[in-house]
């Protein structure tokens, strides 16, 4: 039987780490991809060749994306601009403007280059803190788009997008992984490891989510299998 084969776009966080973990049920090989654009919290990279390896990825390539730090001002490609402390209205200036774009279209080309005919990524409408391209609506154009510039019928797939942060944790203590979340991945936008600085938007959004989960598990735990196959 032809082994089944996925590409998981991988940045050591949260999201990307349960949809790795999530993935590995469902798939014989997995190729992990994560880019080094140049981003503020740099430490990520070193989590997700961590990770990529401790949980079995039958591969994991960093790819250079130099160029998108050069384009694109972010509180997270520039020293400069302060990190949010809470969630902004709009669009904040966490924003990666093209980041989603750039790195859905390299993995597709990279599931193309092992043969695979699947592209798993994290992004959530949920929980998307205002990024316009984490909706589904961007994910199934773009994967369309895809489709038809490479004649290949590459899918999307996007796990996480109608779980909010409890659901994720839920999703994690299911596999038998919430410590591992919880102590080992890297979400904090100023690059802290596990509970991260404890003040970003990023870490009030993990711990929030956490904090729900574990004094309702029973709840969330049945609005997640209503959600997603496990």
């Known amino acids: 039987m032809e082994k089944k084969k996925a590409v998981v776009v991988y940045s050591g966080g949260q999201d990307s780490t349960t949809c790795l973990i ?3 049920h469902f798939y014989d090989d997995i190729h992990c991809i994560t880019f080094d654009y140049g981003q503020r919290h740099r430490a990520e990279i070193d989590v997700a060749r961590e990770l990529a390896l401790k949980l079995g990825a039958t ?3 960093v790819l250079d994306v130099g160029l998108l730090n050069e384009l694109a001002i972010s509180s997270l490609t520039r020293d400069n601009i302060p990190i949010p402390t809470q969630t902004e209205e709009g669009i904040p200036n966490t924003f990666v403007p093209g980041r989603n774009i750039l790195f859905l279209t390299l993995a ?4 193309y280059q092992v043969q695979a005919d699947v592209v798993i990524t994290g992004v959530c409408e949920t929980d998307f803190s205002g990024y316009p391209d984490c909706r589904d609506e961007f994910v199934k154009a773009l994967n369309h788009a895809i489709v038809l510039g490479m004649a290949k019928d590459v899918r999307f797939e ?3 997008m109608w ?3 409890a659901e994720t944790w839920a999703l994690a203590d299911h596999w038998q992984q919430l410590s591992l979340i919880r102590d080992e991945t890297l979400t904090c936008y100023n690059g802290i490891k596990g509970a991260g600085c404890g003040e970003c938007a990023a870490c009030h959004l993990r711990r929030k989510g956490l904090e729900t989960y574990l004094s309702n598990r029973k709840n969330v735990m049945q609005a997640l299998q209503r959600k997603i196959n496990i």
Request: glycine share 0%; proline share 6%.
């Open 22 to 24: 999530h993935a590995r």
């Open 59 to 61: 591969a994991h390539k």
């Open 108 to 111: 597709a080309i990279y599931a």
């Open 158 to 160: 996007t796990p996480l």
């Open 163 to 165: 779980l909010n942060k």
